[in-house]
């Protein structure tokens, strides 16, 4: 099995080149918020918010204050949160549009006595709709993608609204909190030609669903839906019967790193049909153990039957682990339709529909993502079941 993703990023807006036009400010837990035009540097509660180039600075309050109601006088109030409001008109496009940045720690702020993490949160509202809002913690200077959907608000004017808080014990000590090439990309989607050579594959599938093909065996051209992802089989999904048992059905394995390059052997890496103990609590299922700043992925190149179909989960990090944290994601014909991010602790569930693809041929993945160093990531995917929707 061969994937080829074909992605452009190519129309986006670039939040760092918008200050200019931002609104900043702070809003401690007690006493009086503070709002300015542009960055925020220089307030008096220590609030920050300044481009540095294509990366965000940002520091929640760390020394508010607020009136005593009975002494007048001012004295220390805790904390709170420092943000940046920007007005965006969204285009009105047939694909879709995406808020993303990958945010982090400053390297300098993590170790023991410094930060406890910062929340990072992105809202969008637009008038007579309902808020839409995502929020990623992180205590590492290992990058996490921060993601919101916003095309139900496209040929709209918005409100964007980034913000950091000084994670949970409201402590912001060290937050030192970075945003990395915050935007909003929009999806330009049209059928397009991809063509390939010395590539001895049949059975194409597409994320964008159906792929036109002509020429031989080796070489060709595919036209399909564009930015998008293609899959050449060299064999044609087999049909299955549900319930389907996805830790006893037969599967492809493939590692990754987070460059795109395809793995071989990697150290530690493995994708193997387990028990694992979660919280106390055994199941069966596979243990997939992701390489370092990379992905484990096991594919399922399956014909699906007729009537709607479904997959559920439950996923952990086994007992003992003191990992980060690690994602597990499911994706059909390279399109993500679940992700899960988990820390040691309890299983979790997580639910795929599969019936937009009812009787048809897909590659069916379950991929474990290091989201970072893979230190302790002792995924489990445990009676991972394919079931009748």
Request: aromatic content about 8%; charged content about 20%; some cysteine.
């Amino acid at each position: 099995m061969a994937t080829i993703e074909v992605r452009d990023n190519a129309a986006a807006i670039r939040l760092t080149e918008r200050f200019d036009t931002a609104k900043c400010g702070s809003t401690p837990f007690e006493g009086q918020p503070i709002e300015v035009p542009g960055p925020l540097t220089g307030a008096s509660d220590g609030a920050q918010f300044m481009p540095q180039g294509s990366t965000v600075f940002a520091h929640p309050p760390w020394k508010a204050e607020r009136q005593n109601p009975q002494t007048g006088a001012m004295e220390g109030g805790g904390t709170g949160v420092a943000y940046a409001e920007f007005t965006l008109d969204l285009p009105d496009v047939s694909g879709g549009i995406r808020f993303r940045s990958d945010v982090a720690m400053d390297k300098g702020a993590v170790g023991e006595g410094k930060t406890d993490g910062v929340l990072y949160s992105v809202a969008a509202t637009a008038p007579d709709q309902p808020e839409l809002h995502a929020e990623v913690l992180n205590a590492t200077a290992d990058p996490k993608l921060l993601d919101l959907d916003l095309t139900s608000l496209r040929d709209r004017k918005i409100t964007l609204r980034l913000q950091v808080h000084p994670g949970p014990r409201k402590d912001p000590t060290f937050d030192w909190a970075r945003w990395y090439s915050p935007r909003v990309e929009i999806e330009r989607r049209e059928r397009g030609v991809l063509g390939l050579a010395n590539a001895p594959f049949l059975n194409p599938l597409s994320s964008g669903g159906a792929v036109d093909f002509s020429g031989s065996t080796t070489e060709g051209s595919f036209t399909m839906e564009l930015p998008g992802t293609l899959i050449l089989l060299k064999e044609p999904p087999r049909p299955v019967t549900l319930p389907l048992d996805l830790a006893r059905t037969p599967f492809l394995t493939a590692f990754v790193a987070a460059t795109g390059e395809l793995l071989t052997n990697p150290l530690y890496a493995c994708a193997t049909p387990s028990e694992g103990m979660v919280g106390g609590v055994k199941r069966t299922g596979l243990f997939m153990r992701p390489p370092n700043q990379g992905i484990t992925e096991v594919a399922y190149p399956i014909v699906l039957p007729a009537q709607a179909a479904k997959l559920h989960a439950f996923v952990g990090l086994r007992d003992g682990s003191k990992a980060e944290g690690c994602g597990f994601i499911v994706k059909v014909n390279g399109k993500q339709l679940a992700y899960e991010h988990k820390v040691p602790g309890q299983w979790s569930e997580i639910n795929a529909d599969l019936s937009p693809w009812a009787g048809k041929p897909v590659v069916l993945t379950l991929v474990t993502d290091s989201e970072g160093g893979y230190d302790f990531d002792w995924a489990m995917w445990a009676e991972v079941q394919v079931t009748r929707g």
